[in-house]
């Protein structure tokens, strides 16, 4: 009997926070693998213009989805989390916040900021997630993007765990079916009160594309089952981070705020 599984000949790489080991050659080469890979994998799906990176980018953990080609990890798709944490630090606007803004989206704005405040007023993390994307070459074989996307709900649950996150936010693209497909995981659209759902709104960094707001409080029990089944997968992760105490700090500045 074959004990093959899905997941074998990927590995997961976590990049997480760039910025704070940006001298090792390994954070500089899969830094530019992601760049790489966010751009190629957006542009079949947005007109010119459409921007899949920014400063978020340096400080974020990158959850890189790789392959083995020719002894080095190539990520062949992945996505990543920005800490509301890490955005004080660096005093960079949390990223659902800044693109509802800039969208012009007022009320989506006012709602988001309520839940980050609440977040903060807890001392609990709460993440954005974004720019899920995989590599066009491969993406044509369904049976590839299925296998990726049964990864994502894993990664996403033993993250949440790992790294004590209570919750997270998306703004999920509606044209590529991103929301349906994070409803699996248990990301809800953001609701206000009396139970209403916050519309969708176009995000200006996407041309106008339409966005859902969502939250993840509760994983699904699909997505629990999946997250058990992968749990060697997270667990032989090969992580890229500081390991000198800035999580310490970034804990010490949290209690502070
Ligand atoms: C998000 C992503 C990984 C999902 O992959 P997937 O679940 O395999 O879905 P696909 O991309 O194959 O298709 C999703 C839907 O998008 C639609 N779509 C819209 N514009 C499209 C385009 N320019 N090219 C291809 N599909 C497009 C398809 O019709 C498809 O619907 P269908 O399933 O009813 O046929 C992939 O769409 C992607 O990389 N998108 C670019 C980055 C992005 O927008 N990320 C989302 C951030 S929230």
Redesign the pocket.
């Known amino acids: 009997m074959s004990n093959r599984t899905p997941v074998d000949g990927y590995k997961l790489v976590i990049l997480d926070c760039p910025y704070d080991t940006w001298e090792n050659p390994e954070t500089q080469a899969m830094f530019g693998r992601m760049v790489g890979l966010k751009l190629r994998?957006?542009r079949?799906?947005y007109d010119y213009g459409a921007l899949p990176v920014d400063t978020t980018d340096y400080v974020g953990r990158h959850k890189l989805i790789c392959r083995d080609v020719n002894g080095s990890l190539v990520p062949v798709a992945g996505y990543k989390a920005v800490d509301l944490s890490r955005c004080g630090i660096h005093r960079v606007p949390f990223p659902a916040l800044a693109k509802a803004k800039a969208s012009g989206a007022i009320m989506h704005a006012r709602v988001i900021e309520e839940i980050l405040n609440t977040a903060i007023n807890r001392g609990e993390e709460l993440t954005y997630e974004?720019?899920?994307?995989?590599d066009p070459a491969l993406?044509s074989s369904r049976e590839f993007?299925d296998t990726i996307?049964m990864m994502i709900p894993a990664i996403q649950y033993w993250q949440n765990r790992d790294y004590r996150i209570p919750s997270s936010m998306?703004?999920?693209?509606i044209?590529?079916?991103?929301d349906q497909?994070l409803s699996t995981i248990g990301f809800r659209p953001i609701q206000i009160e009396g139970g209403i759902e916050l519309e969708p709104f176009g995000a200006l960094h996407l041309g106008g594309e339409a966005v859902r707001p969502m939250l993840l409080k509760e994983f699904t029990p699909g997505a629990e089952a999946i997250a058990e089944r992968l749990r060697f997968f997270w667990n032989s992760r090969l992580t890229i981070a500081d390991d000198s105490g800035v999580r310490e700090l970034m804990r010490a500045y949290k209690k502070a705020a």
């Open positions: 994998g957006f079949p799906y974004a720019a899920l994307t995989m993406h993007a996307k998306c703004t999920a693209v044209k590529v079916k991103a497909f």
